[in-house]
């Protein structure tokens, strides 16, 4: 069973630099599919991030494009999200969930705890 656990997460002035880390405790990156980051604001729904698949193409929602990117690692088994010039609106938790080529921003697995990050201004 996949095991994700996110961290990296802190308080950080807005221009400022994060990067984040989902280390699959469980089995390796799941073939043909995709990891991605998700993110909840306070009062607001999760909404997809970032997305890496099997194949190493990644995609990014509008408002993070040019200032987040993800990457992992060659065994796959740890995803990155390093976050540049950040802004106080993108101050919400950070999770990582498997996701399938085929639909990105659907997470096919459980929760983890999620990483807390705060942007000041």
């Known amino acids: 069973q996949v095991q994700l656990v996110e961290s990296g997460g802190g308080l950080v002035q807005a221009g400022g630099s994060l990067r984040l880390s989902c280390v699959d405790s469980?089995?390796?990156?799941?073939?043909?599919?995709?990891r991605a980051w998700f993110r909840q604001a306070p009062g607001k729904e999760r909404e997809f991030v970032a997305a890496?698949?099997?194949?190493?193409?990644?995609y990014y929602t509008d408002s993070v494009k040019g200032r987040f990117t993800i990457s992992r690692d060659n065994a796959g088994s740890t995803v990155y999200l390093q976050m540049d010039s950040l802004k106080p609106e993108d101050t919400a938790v950070y999770y990582c969930?498997?996701?399938?080529?085929?639909?990105?921003?659907?997470?096919?697995?459980?929760w983890g705890q999620g990483t807390q990050v705060t942007v000041s201004s």
């Open positions: 969930n498997t996701v399938r080529t085929s639909n990105i921003k659907v997470p096919q697995g459980s």
């Open positions: 469980g089995r390796t990156f799941i073939p043909y599919g995709g």
């Open positions: 890496i698949t099997w194949n190493a193409a990644t």
